[in-house]
């Protein structure tokens, strides 16, 4: 069995027998495999669920018991005076218990008597989800460019100099086919992607020529990225996790072909995060989490990011890139809204508007430095807003994160007559 991947029905088998509180070293003796193997399998496809217990609301605060405010009734713009069960998302003095299974094996609450009353979050391993996250991460590691980097750094000594002293790529894959040993396509495909010193640009032919038409995305990653992932996905999701805060995604373009921005709106503060790129494309949208995710930390990104909405754009088009972290472990979910329905997202596309006034559409974004886009949004993210109670989105984001969250993503707060929304703010 060396070598050889998990099959649905394996899986279905791990899961049956951690529901009965088998052992790894049972489990892996059953079905023949190395005890590591099942280890992994169940930390790298562990489903986050946050429900309460039988008449118990959803609550994994390490303070719970002994909680002089539970349940709030002052100070949170949630309840407005009510009791409610939301303190988690907006107590200053709200700290995440985690249950003892999830830091040692098994891992997950399968098999746990305690799973019907327990309030905290459930780490669940299902064969079904485990076994699409797989041919997910299987189908996108047999696409994309398959060179290694070593290959790539001898082309490109070979083909760059040649393309800048003006000759074709035709030319040289006809004259040095002992050392270029691809296609035509292939070089045109690696020099799209920017593995070669030398661009587009260099190509005198290529860049007077029209563009084809294509009735498809030849960025995509992953084709089969919205599989689980799809809005109805998100609404059944939401509807066992009503009380989960949402973050979505979106792209803002300067010129054709320019820097663009992401924008990362959270819908309870309405307060936005915007990102300079240099391309719109998938990785630009990776590096920017995880860097995000390096700077916060596992404990504080899972509680900003639980769950992300986007749209169909091909920058969204590889969602484990965000899901996962470098070490497999899951970090949040993902899911898309229907093509065309950017109402489904309406929240981040409202927010734009304050992000147009100062850069009105079509206005190039190539001079433009990531500190002048911290400057334009912590501009924006002071200005009060009738639907906040005339709170700014930065009052808000502070009373549900904390001021050190604020630190960490570089805001700052503008006093209100100091406040500016139109071009003359990046003049």
Known sequence: MKHKHLTLDERYKIQNMLDVKESFSSIARTLGRDRSTISKEVRNHLAFKQSGGFGRHFNDCIKRRTCERYP????????????????IHCCPEYEKEICKRHISKP?????????PSCSLEKRIYSARTANQEYKLTLRETRQGVTITEEEAISLDKLISPLILNGQSIHHIVKTNPSEVMYSEKTIYNYMDAGLFSAKNIDLPRKVRFRPRKSNHDTVKVDKGCRIGRTYDDFKEYMKDHPDTPIAELDSVIGSVGGKCLLTVHFV????????LRERNTAASVAAIFNN???????????????????????????????????????????????PSSPYQKGAAENNHEFIRRILPKGKSFDELTQKDIDLMMNHINSYKRENLAWHSPYEIFELFYGRDTLDILGAKAIPSKDIILTPKLLK
């Open 107 to 115: 891992y997950v609450c399968n098999g746990c008597t305690k799973r």
């Open 72 to 87: 709030c009734t002052k100070g949170c713009p949630s309840c407005k005076g009510k009791p409610c069960h939301e303190c």
């Open 268 to 275: 309870g503060s309405s307060f936005m995060l915007a990102f």
């Open 292 to 338: 995000l995710y390096e700077k916060l930390g596992y404990k504080k990104f899972a509680k900003l990011f639980p769950v992300i909405l986007t749209d169909n754009g091909s920058e969204f088009s590889d969602p484990i890139s965000l899901e996962v972290d470098e070490d497999g472990v899951i970090r949040t979910k993902l899911f898309y809204c229907n």
